[in-house]
């Protein structure tokens, strides 16, 4: 593949991707000014239509609290609970959930001691 055929690759795998957001975004009445990443809109979009109600959401290993966020947006949930180690991190998760009830716990969780 030459350099012009690579670039061209690019721009249409990244306006594929851009246009799969979009749809997605539309799908569950996501602002389609905001980005969001694709795998984690399509991480939502799976479990959206298998849940129906749900009161709440703990996010382990939170990192910013982007799945919560898009969580929050989608299911509108009373308390948001995000799990992450690493403290410097939580002014990322209070800004990305803003507005939402929510705990942020500075706990690193294992299935060993």
């Known amino acids: 593949m030459n350099w012009i055929q690579e670039k061209l ?67 509108k949930v009373d308390q948001l609970i995000c799990i992450e180690p690493n403290r410097t991190l939580n002014k990322y998760i209070e800004k990305n959930n803003a507005g939402s009830n929510l705990v942020i716990l500075n706990y690193a969780i294992s299935d060993r001691n």
């Open 9 to 75: 690759y690019y721009r249409i795998q990244s306006y594929y991707t851009w246009l799969q957001a979009i749809k997605i975004k539309s799908e569950l009445g996501l602002p389609s000014g905001q980005y969001f990443r694709l795998d984690l809109l399509r991480s939502i979009q799976r479990i959206k239509g298998s849940i129906g109600e749900c009161n709440g959401l703990i996010d382990v290993g939170a990192n910013k609290g982007e799945f919560a966020q898009i969580f929050q947006a989608c299911l």
